[in-house]
């Protein structure tokens, strides 16, 4: 009955609801001890069910669908269409 419509600002009442995450780029030269970084030939590289879809910040492609943003920190992927590699930011949902 009611249309359904697409926001990008999630409300914060509102359960179930996905949103999602641009990436941060890192940088080619920078120090990646420490981190994982996940290579995947497809996209999106991980699955999950979360409710988070984490984008590449480079060309917006889904890297991590539906993921748990407190699961994946520490973790880097390399970019799957454009070879980018992104990490996840300090997650902004709790
Ligand atoms: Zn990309």
């Not at 949103?19 to 420490?34: F, L």
């Not at 996940?38 to 480079?58: K, L, Q």
Request: overall charge negative; aromatic content about 4%; hydrophobic content about 30%.
């Amino acid at each position: 009955m009611a249309k359904k419509r697409q926001t990008f600002s999630v409300p914060p009442t509102k359960r179930q609801s996905r949103s999602t995450v641009r990436m941060e780029v890192i940088p080619e030269d920078i120090d990646t001890r420490g981190i994982s970084v996940i290579h995947s030939s497809v996209a999106p590289a991980m699955r999950g069910e979360g409710s988070i879809d984490y984008t590449c910040g480079e060309c917006g492609v889904v890297i991590c669908e539906g993921m748990n943003p407190a699961r994946i920190q520490h973790l880097a992927f390399d970019c799957p269409e454009c070879e980018t590699t992104n990490r996840i930011t300090s997650p902004d949902v709790v």
